[in-house]
């Protein structure tokens, strides 16, 4: 089992930056995937990022050149950076993570991930 917590969510004007956190606790979290999704009320669950285990990255369109994904190994944690925010970033930001050895090539669907954490509310103003 893996128990992940998000934090590092708040409010930020458009063009603002955030840098979200998810700490994970219970395995040694290199070995697993670490994503991001987001969901705003009343839409479906939305893929934005993911680091793999080799370290690999694969972002969303609509973020891509905004946000940035990283991981710390030593701190069994995984970072989104969001930069240029805007209002249609607003959302809950989920973090995700999956010990699966073999993946698919970007990980974007929600089914892939096993172990989530509780969210963390990301809203952005104009």
């Known amino acids: 089992q893996v128990q992940l917590a998000e934090s590092g969510g708040g409010s930020v004007q458009a063009g603002g930056s955030l840098r979200l956190s998810c700490a994970a606790s219970?395995?040694?979290?290199?070995?697993?995937?670490g994503g991001w999704f987001r969901q705003a009320p009343g839409v479906e669950r939305d893929f934005v990022a993911v680091?793999?285990?080799?370290?690999?990255?694969y972002y969303a369109d609509s973020v891509k050149g905004r946000f940035t994904i990283s991981r710390d190994n030593a701190k069994n944690t995984v970072y989104l950076q969001m930069n240029s925010l805007k209002p249609e970033d607003t959302a809950v930001y989920y973090c995700?993570?999956?010990?699966?050895?073999?993946?698919?090539?970007?990980?974007?669907?929600?089914?892939?991930?096993?172990?989530w954490g509780q969210g963390t509310q990301v809203t952005v103003s104009s």
């Open positions: 219970g395995r040694t979290f290199s070995n697993y995937a």
């Open positions: 680091i793999k285990r080799s370290g690999n990255t």
């Open positions: 995700a993570a999956d010990g699966a050895i073999i993946t698919s090539a970007t990980m974007k669907s929600p089914y892939e991930y096993d172990y």
